[in-house]
């Protein structure tokens, strides 16, 4: 009974075995450097060897899997219909690699990053710019402000595409969702296109920043005020003003010849370059710097020093700027205005019920007849327009 049993039992180990050599690995192609690897219950995972061609495989061989380093492992269930096994390469094998080469040639590796971990820091700087505020909009650089007012901000930038150093007004957030506000700031946009000549502030761009805010790209002039001048020096004579005024005056010919007035014409927003060339800003928008002064006319926006008396009417002729350039003519040769008050609404009615002060200045009567037109009390009295005005200049 017990050599029956024995012999039966090695005739089933013989089979299993025969059965085992007869399986055997037989792809059309598979990777020639792959190791092979064989799964199968009970005897678990088993390394094969560089996988060949007719491979012999342990008995109840369930899976293959392939392996190659730098290589993602392809796994088959056994046996397969599966012709070839094709590899992909390992991503993080190539990372690894490349740490692996940083940790030893550190230095090198240094050198290398440099220039990216450059242009990260540029990039994070501009990005702290523009967090605090200060970057009027994507691809204007803020380089320091030069002023701000209730409304808007003006600041020095510097364009990124070309480096040209430019102007941009930029509208206060507070006032992104105020209807009136967007309506001056769009109506200052819209002038400034059209005002091409050379005594009038150049337009280069507007837009929207990244906030929402409209801004307005102009030239940087660099200048002095005639409002700083007169602080720095004092009153002016006629021959050094003379020059100032016919650039002026056809500065504001050129507007006025479009239908548009300047409305805020005073010392502050006339700028003169060190060569001599005059140029006047903030046209035809009321600034956040002014006075409202209200009557029975309505809302009257305007600098009551110089505030032509038709203003207080409601008036937006183009005659408001010849009596302004008046009150500026006789500030700058007599060191002050005709009129002066602590209370705005009272200077803002002196100019329409009192007699000009004479000028003090050493001028000629011709210069005095002069000033005393341009800041008559009806606009009829003054001149036809800005061009006559330049034509009667005196010498």
């Known amino acids: 009974m017990t050599g029956r049993f024995l012999k039966a039992t090695l005739a089933i180990l013989a089979a299993t075995t025969a059965a085992g050599a007869q399986e055997s ?30 491979l012999n495989l342990p008995p109840n061989t369930k899976k293959l899997r392939f392996h190659r380093d730098g290589w993602l492992d392809q796994t ?3 046996p397969t219909r599966q012709p070839e096994v094709v590899l992909a390469p390992d991503p ?33 700087g501009r990005g702290e710019i523009r967090a605090a505020g200060r970057a009027c909009v994507g691809h204007y650089e803020v380089l320091e402000t030069l002023g701000e007012g209730a409304m808007a901000r003006v600041s ?28 001056r700031f769009q109506r200052e946009i819209e002038i400034s296109r059209q005002l091409a000549h050379p005594n009038l502030i150049a337009f280069k761009e507007s837009g929207q920043d990244e906030s929402g ?13 005639l409002r700083q001048r007169l602080l720095r020096e004092g009153p002016i004579t006629w ?61 009257v926006m305007g600098t009551p020093a110089y505030l032509a008396p038709e203003q207080l009417d409601g008036s937006t002729d183009v005659s408001v700027d010849q009596y302004a350039l008046g009150v500026v003519i006789y500030e700058l040769l007599n060191g002050q205005p005709p ?32 000033v005393n037109r341009l800041l008559a009390k009806q606009p009829v009295d003054r001149f036809p327009n800005m061009q006559t005005a330049l034509d009667n200049l005196p010498l």
Not at 98 to 124: S, T
Not at 156 to 183: F, I, N, T, W, Y
């Open 25 to 54: 690995l037989n792809l059309r192609s598979q990777p020639e450097d792959a190791r092979v690897f064989a799964i199968s219950p009970g005897l678990g995972e088993q390394d094969l060897g560089i996988n060949r061609a007719g």
């Open 76 to 78: 088959l269930d056994w």
């Open 92 to 124: 993080k094998a190539g990372l690894a690699r490349g740490l692996y080469l940083a940790g030893r040639y550190k230095w090198v590796a240094l050198l290398l990053l440099m220039p990216p971990l450059a242009l990260l820091a540029r990039r994070r």
């Open 156 to 183: 020095r930038c510097r364009d990124s595409r070309s480096g040209e150093v430019v102007a941009v007004k930029q509208m206060l957030p507070e006032h992104l969702h105020d209807p009136v506000h967007l309506k």
């Open 213 to 225: 805010c409209l801004f307005l790209a102009m030239e940087m002039v660099e200048g002095e005020s």
């Open 239 to 299: 021959p050094q003003l003379r020059p100032l005024l016919a650039q002026a005056e056809a500065g504001l010919a050129f507007a006025h010849a479009l239908g548009i007035s300047h409305r805020d014409l005073k010392p502050e927003n006339i700028l003169v370059t060190r060569e001599g060339r005059l140029v006047l800003l903030d046209f035809g928008v009321a600034r956040g710097d002014q006075f409202t002064i209200a009557t029975e006319s309505g809302l």
């Open 339 to 370: 009129f002066d008050d602590p209370d705005p609404v009272t200077l803002a009615f002196k100019h329409v019920q009192d007699p000009v002060p004479p000028i003090r200045a050493n001028v000629s009567q011709e210069v005095k007849s002069y």
